[in-house]
């Protein structure tokens, strides 16, 4: 339940927060505009602000075939790999994190209802017992989701055109390698200003935040 909480809290950050600094106007925080956005730096050649916000259209409307084509397209055109997507996430991922959180609240509900009617003298025990799965399934659907959604909360987009991966958290350390323009890692830890990344390869080190967006919008 904490976790789902979190989820839940994350969900409604992604609705009510402002679009980041970068943001050239600041658009209002919802698929479409993100998805405007993102077409706008795609058209000037900003590959990584442009995958940032193609992700972040992405988690408010999953499954949106203009939103991947256009990530794919953007990906491709910087010679790197789409991320996998298995079946799991394209089943579960129906609808936005925000929307999906209250289907559980509402299946939560509904299980809550039901327990209640079997404990009464209500005469359709059928109708309770509908009732239940109906609301499991529902609160199923949620932890799906929330499963799915748990790697993208962790990940982060290059948004420069060259990011010195350190071997310490500290602006003058030791460069362990450089990471590409739009390319998606994995955010790991922060300290003072820095992320400690991971690359799908498998390295790590750390990046400074001001090359690395996480997809999830940070205060």
């Not at 992405?58 to 794919?72: E, Q, R």
């Not at 059928?126 to 993208?152: C, D, E």
Request: one cysteine or more.
């Amino acid at each position: 339940m904490k976790n789902c909480a979190r989820l839940a809290a994350w969900a409604l950050s992604l609705v009510l927060m402002a679009a980041p600094a970068h943001a050239e106007p600041a658009p209002a925080y919802s698929a479409a505009g993100l998805y405007n956005l993102a077409n706008a730096y795609a058209r000037q050649g900003k590959a990584g602000m442009a995958v940032l916000n193609y992700e972040r259209a992405s988690l408010l409307s999953p499954n949106d075939p203009d939103i991947d084509a256009n990530l794919s397209y953007v990906r491709a055109s910087s010679h790197l790999p789409a991320p996998p997507r298995s079946t799991f996430d394209r089943t579960v991922r129906i609808a936005s994190p925000f929307a999906l959180s209250w289907i559980g609240v509402m299946g939560l509900v509904i299980v809550g209802v039901s327990v209640l009617a079997a404990q009464s003298a209500f005469r359709h025990r059928w109708m309770h017992r509908l009732g239940m799965l109906f609301g499991i399934s529902m609160l199923g659907l949620t932890v799906a989701n929330g499963i799915a959604l748990w790697p993208i909360l962790h990940e982060g987009v290059v948004i420069t055109g060259a990011a010195p991966v350190r071997v310490s958290p500290v602006p003058m350390g030791d460069s362990l390698f450089v990471l590409l323009e739009a390319e998606t890692v994995k955010i790991v830890a922060e300290h003072e200003g820095f992320w400690l990344i991971q690359t799908r390869a498998g390295r790590s080190g750390w990046v400074s935040r001001s090359n690395v967006a996480s997809v999830v919008p940070q205060k």
